[in-house]
Structure formats: structure tokens, C-alpha cells
């Protein structure tokens, strides 16, 4: 079961991801994309690993997220991933936009072909006002493409705001 669940800022979109996850009844592997920059986001870190259970493996993965769903496909694992808007952030901001393309491709090939049980979480981002800058627009059409690239390699989305799930898909 391939899952995306997508939600704006604090929408409550990681606690139902993490309650999805936990209901599978598997071992579960947390695939985190942020990388820690400041003293803020290590806060933001440190809140999501005290709401998570202390017994799922954690990978850290900024950059070659296709590489880590290959490694994890046809494991007995339910993997979470979050947040795939991170992720894209990461890429946005390499100098070398092969790169980009090249980890944009292979995370489609790998999601994809994943075998096994996946939920992604994402950012919805294409709901408030036109970003004033160049590098913003970007990342606001990138994640509009990659939200609609991954709910086609996906059985079921889950749209959720103000903590409430809402299916789509």
C-alpha cells in the first residue's frame, strides 16, 4: 500500500501519518528528510523524535531518498517519509540541477516500484498567496508537480487540515 498524505503547516498531517504507519503492525522505518541548519529546526527535529515511538529506525536521508526506498522495498518494514516538500527543498538548493533531475527521476522509478507498505508525506503549498521571489515560485510549482506526479503511484491520498483526515484517493 503506497499512501501520500499531504497537508499545510502544522495541518496535523505527520500525526496521522505516524498513526497510519503504526497501525500496520510491522517494524517501522522513518525515512527523515530535514537536514539541521539552525537552532530552529533542531527544535522542530527534537519535537518530532519525542512524538515518535523510540523503537522505529530512524535514516537520515537529505538528498538520495530513491536510493533508501530501493534498500527498503520487499522489507517486511512499513516506512514512513517525511517530508518529501523537505526533500525537494534539499534539491532546490544544489548548484548542480542535474542532480535535481537526476533524484526527481529516480525517486518517480522508486516510488513506483516499491513493494511493500509506504507512506510520504508531503506539503500543500499551492493554497496561499504568489511568493515574492524567484527561488519560492519554483519550489511552490515544484511541489505542486511532485504532490501530482506521486498521487498517480499511489493507491490512496489523504488530504488533511486542522487535524482532520480527509480522503481523496
Avoid at 20 to 44: G, I
Avoid at 84 to 94: G, I, R
Avoid at 134 to 145: I, Q, S, W
Wanted: a negative charge; aromatic letters at 6%; proline letters at 4%.
Amino acid at each position: 500500500m503506497k499512501h501520500l498524505v499531504i497537508g499545510g503547516v502544522r495541518s496535523g498531517k505527520s500525526a496521522f501519518a505516524q498513526q497510519l504507519v503504526a497501525e500496520y503492525h510491522k517494524p517501522v522505518c522513518y525515512v527523515a528528510t530535514s537536514q539541521v541548519l539552525d537552532d530552529e529546526m533542531a527544535q522542530r527535529v527534537a519535537r518530532h523524535k519525542d512524538n515518535r515511538p523510540s523503537d522505529w529506525q530512524l535514516i537520515e536521508e537529505p538528498i538520495e531518498l530513491a536510493r533508501v526506498l530501493n534498500e527498503l522495498s520487499g522489507t517486511n518494514k512499513a516506512v514512513i517519509v517525511e517530508c518529501l516538500s523537505l526533500w525537494l527543498s534539499n534539491l532546490l538548493c544544489l548548484e548542480n540541477q542535474d542532480t535535481f533531475t537526476e533524484q526527481h527521476a529516480s525517486l518517480m522509478k522508486a516510488v513506483e516500484g516499491f513493494k511493500g507498505d509506504l507512506i510520504m508525506v508531503s506539503s500543500e503549498v499551492g493554497m496561499g498567496i504568489m511568493p515574492m521571489n524567484a527561488l519560492a515560485r519554483r519550489f511552490g510549482d515544484e511541489a505542486g508537480l511532485l504532490n501530482q506526479a506521486l498521487v498517480k503511484l499511489t493507491d490512496r491520498v489523504t488530504f488533511v487540515a486542522a487535524g482532520l483526515p480527509m480522503p481523496l484517493k
